[in-house]
């Protein structure tokens, strides 16, 4: 069964605007950490937020925002303001404690593209 | 360095030929992952070591596949026999372990491995 799921293969998004990338995940383990990573082209993950699931409150860092909503089991990334830059490719990644934290389980991404 | 670093960059090989990726973790980071990304995926877990202790394997998709990390700092998997099946993206990540989900893990520019 897939434990990450990102439905949206593509978004476009307009310069300036924000754009809210869908993440949904699977998992009995109570205790977890859900991530998201940018990979522009050249390949690199580059580690955006990250929400615990007991954080009481919603991550945020900088212009990135997680919208974690527990019992429906979603994370979805919020990029407000969008820029140039921000075209890439977006996983959504979870990280179980009872597997020893040490797999960390990526989603088939989301290829964000932002328009001038 | 700054940053994990991997080399080479890119890689062709012949199938049947054998090949191997090297990785050099941030240093001081004791937990280090191995990925493979299949073209319009996200990356699959391979392998995970602490220090030069190999933990979890589990990932590794055939005995031709091997990674070893012999002083606790660069890694190299080995992939033998290589068949068409194997081209991929190899990333590398490292951390430093907090024994939480919290665990921040830092990739590399991934080795791009092509089986002709």
């Known amino acids: 069964a897939q434990k990450i799921t990102q439905t949206q293969p593509g978004m476009f998004v307009q310069e300036k605007e924000a754009v809210t990338l869908d993440c949904t995940y699977d998992t009995s383990d109570p205790s977890y950490g859900l991530f998201w990573y940018k990979q522009p082209s050249s390949g690199e993950m580059i580690f955006l937020i990250y929400q615990g699931s007991y954080d009481q409150q919603n991550a945020t860092e900088g212009r990135y925002s997680l919208n974690f909503q527990k019992a429906r089991k979603s994370a979805n990334l919020v990029i407000s303001a969008s820029q140039l830059g921000d075209s890439a490719m977006y996983f959504c990644?979870?990280?179980?404690?009872?597997?020893?934290?040490?797999?960390?389980?990526f989603g088939a991404g989301t290829r964000l593209f932002v328009k001038a | 360095g700054a940053g994990v670093s991997q080399s080479p960059r890119y890689k062709v090989a012949k199938r049947g030929q054998d090949v191997a990726l090297r990785c050099d973790p941030i240093s001081g980071h004791v937990s280090l992952f191995w990925y493979q990304q299949a073209l319009g995926q996200g990356p699959e877990f391979l392998t995970y070591?602490?220090?030069?202790?190999?933990?979890?394997k589990s990932g590794l998709p055939s005995d031709r596949f091997f990674a070893e990390r012999p002083e606790g700092s660069v890694s190299t998997l080995k992939i033998q026999r290589t068949q068409q099946e194997d081209s991929a993206v190899y990333l590398c990540?490292?951390?430093?372990?907090?024994?939480?989900?919290?665990?921040?893990?830092?990739f590399g520019p991934g080795t791009r491995l092509l089986v002709l």
């Open positions: 990540a490292s951390s430093s372990p907090t024994g939480t989900p919290r665990e921040t893990q830092y």
């Open positions: 990644a979870m990280r179980e404690e009872n597997t020893g934290g040490f797999k960390t389980i």
């Open positions: 070591f602490q220090n030069e202790a190999q933990l979890d």
